[in-house]
């Protein structure tokens, strides 16, 4: 699964990748009670660039390369490291780059039906 | 999905987390009135330990692996005229604290909420998906 996806290009590996860091946000808010859970999170845009650049490799290897620990603003006594509103901002701010992803396709997809079906209007 | 575990899994499993540990803060507040004849049967508060669960690197979600006693001592009180007193006329009231228990229970909710939410984001965002289609 590289860059040369000819229908979707770049944005079926970001939608991929996206979906992945959502879940990972979601652990992180599942396990907000959880004693001594480190929260983790994905680099999007080093994933994307291991995903989709010269030597690019399979989406979840690219993903799985690029985890990182969060660093708290402030360390809690049962080493729990999940920060509720920052892990609800990132799930946020995912969400909405994910459907601003998803339009992309969308576009991409409508180019292709209006093609396909000719001018009908 | 490559991941075995999926947001709703998480957030479902995390939800039922919460329920259990929801359950132990309405048991000890009904039991925060009860008295006992000695120290060892008084009745102490009860707290769900959770711990992590993965199946994949990255993704994990939240169990309770058991429910313990805590150490809140019962508070000892003199009461003869009570029929559960023993031979000194004294009974041990259940060792809950109230007050934390009820911030428990409203750290609880919050929790609670925000998986629901996460469950229905990612909802949205897969129907999203599958309407793309149209």
């Keep these: 699964m590289g860059s040369d996806d000819a229908l979707f290009g770049i944005h079926g ?25 480190k929260a983790r999170d994905i680099d999007f845009n080093k994933a994307l660039d291991a995903a989709t650049g010269q030597q ?3 989406v979840d290897d690219a993903v799985q390369g690029n985890v990182g620990y969060r660093v708290p603003v402030e360390s809690s006594l049962s080493g729990n490291t999940v920060e509720l509103p920052v892990e609800q901002t990132q799930f946020a701010e995912n969400a909405v780059q994910y459907k601003t992803t998803l339009q992309f396709l969308q576009g991409r997809v409508d180019t292709v039906m209006q093609a396909l079906k000719g001018d009908n209007t | 999905m490559s991941s075995p575990l999926s947001v709703f899994d998480i957030a479902g499993r995390a939800m ?3 329920i259990v540990r929801l359950n132990t803060v309405a048991s000890n507040m ?34 309770v692996t058991q ?13 003869p005229d009570n029929p559960l007193a023993d031979k000194d006329g004294n009974v041990w009231d259940a060792g809950v604290d109230s007050a934390a228990e009820l911030v428990d229970m409203i750290e609880t909710q919050r929790q609670y909420q925000n998986n629901v939410q996460v469950m229905q984001t990612a909802k949205q965002l897969t129907l999203d998906t599958l309407r793309i289609e149209k």
């Design chain 2, 16 to 18: 039922s987390a919460q």
């Design chain 1, 13 to 37: 590996t970001a939608l991929q990748i996206r979906s992945q860091r959502m879940s990972m946000l979601a652990s992180n808010i599942a396990n907000a009670a959880t004693p001594g859970f």
């Design chain 2, 30 to 63: 009904a039991n925060a009135g009860t008295v006992a004849g000695s120290e060892a049967t008084a009745y102490r508060a009860l707290k769900p330990v959770f711990q992590q669960v993965s199946d994949a690197p990255g993704v994990s979600t939240v169990k």
């Design chain 1, 56 to 58: 690019a490799g399979s």
């Design chain 2, 67 to 79: 429910v313990v006693q805590s150490n809140t001592q019962p508070t000892k009180r003199h009461d």
